[in-house]
């Protein structure tokens, strides 16, 4: 005779259930406990991971800062926190009112060096500029900080056709960072992913890459994948980042390797004599596709400017007014120095301005008089890097401020 087996009473059935539940609501709340923990003591060796949510995509293709955005951006350990407060037309400072009668406005726009980096919206040289012209016209004037982190001249054409119209600029500052301009240009190839935007191979681990995805949204996962990439390479999805071919082609015979561009370090590449030079046999020349993709940009910004006043300013690197530390870092870099003559990039932009009609000026002429060049710097740190001279402190924004005012305001008067 068969007999049934016993069947699990409810009461077991509600205990299992019960124990199941205790073990996923303690992990949930480890979880929470360790992501707060994180968020609140740990702060990522990497400063832009700290500005999740700064960037939004832009129905033009582009990217640009997120309207509403509050934060704050740590370059240093053993220095404050900076704030950072995006308005409502998605410049970086405070709201803008309508526009007053006598009113005039001035639009900035360019990378990291003009949004300030490490010093707050008041420091740099956008609001700086906007008390000297206030001063020097006595009248109101405003001037909107259009620098947007990661830019290069191609985007920085795109967010100022986006920006003019939004901003009612009667004129515009469009600004060239000789540091890594040349080479975003040549990284097309850009993704914003949580808030952050990535390029080049690391926009393509966002898309190829669930844990990468993940550790964007985390600040714990983030920390994990950190130290996996520190202590065990070789389990981090770093380790397969790859470049697009598309992208590779662009960038074929620039000095360095992808995705840390090394030799690429402050620009110091650009100056080289030979125009015809490659690092990579067989490909073409760099300086050439440098200089047409630059070329590009500044016409349509140009195109985009109309009959406003339109000034193109090159923003310089801590090493392109130190002939000493000129000297030592292409050493470093492992460039010939007798191949090599500062100042000679500034020179070949100045001469495409002029070729194109447009007033410009090289900001490397106002810092190099300066008795302490290292005082207009900020000294950074970036993962386990030493320190290095990044980007303007407030001494080198006001600088800038003062003598563009100069060559602002008989254009605006």
Known sequence: MITAAPRAR??????????????????????????????????????????????????????????????????RADLPPTEVAINALGLRGPEIGPRVPGERRVLCVGDSM????????????????????????????????????????????????????????????FCIYLGNDAIDDQQ????????????????????????????????????????????????????????????AALLAGFPGSPPAWQRTHAGLFLDVIDERTTWQAGTEPVLPRVLARMRSSLLDAKVASGERPLIVLILTSFWHVDQQAYDRELANLQFAAAEFRRGLMQQRLLA???????????????????????????????????????????????????????LLAPRLK
């Open 10 to 75: 409810p009461g077991r059935w509600r205990r299992r259930a019960f124990a199941l539940l205790t073990v996923l609501l303690v992990l949930l709340l480890l979880a929470v406990g360790l992501e707060v923990g994180f968020r609140c003591c740990w702060t990522p060796p990497m400063p832009e991971f700290q500005q999740a949510g700064l960037y939004v995509q832009e129905p033009d293709g582009g990217f640009g800062l997120l309207p509403g955005y509050r934060g704050t951006l740590q370059v």
């Open 188 to 247: 097309p190839d850009r993704l914003v992913e949580a808030g952050h935007v990535f390029q080049g191979p690391l926009a393509q681990l966002m898309r190829s890459s669930w844990r990468a995805r993940l550790a964007v949204r985390s600040r714990f996962l983030l920390w994990l994948e950190t130290w996996l990439w520190t202590n065990r390479p070789q389990w981090s999805p770093l380790s397969t980042m790859s470049q697009s071919p598309a992208e």
């Open 114 to 173: 003009v949004f300030g980096y490490g010093v707050d919206a008041a420091a740099a040289f956008p609001a700086q500029l906007q008390q000297q012209l206030s001063r020097q016209l006595a009248a109101v004037v405003t001037v909107g900080n259009a620098g947007v982190p990661s830019y290069g001249t191609v985007e920085a054409a795109r967010q100022l056709r986006r920006m003019l119209g939004r901003f009612h600029a009667d004129a515009a500052v």
């Open 352 to 406: 495409l301005a002029a070729e194109l009609g447009l007033a410009a000026a090289d900001a490397a002429t106002w810092f190099e008089p300066q008795p302490d060049h290292a005082a207009l710097f900020l000294v950074e740190t970036t993962g386990n890097q030493p320190p290095f001279p990044g980007h303007f402190s407030p001494i080198g924004h006001a600088l800038i401020a003062e003598r563009l005012a100069e």
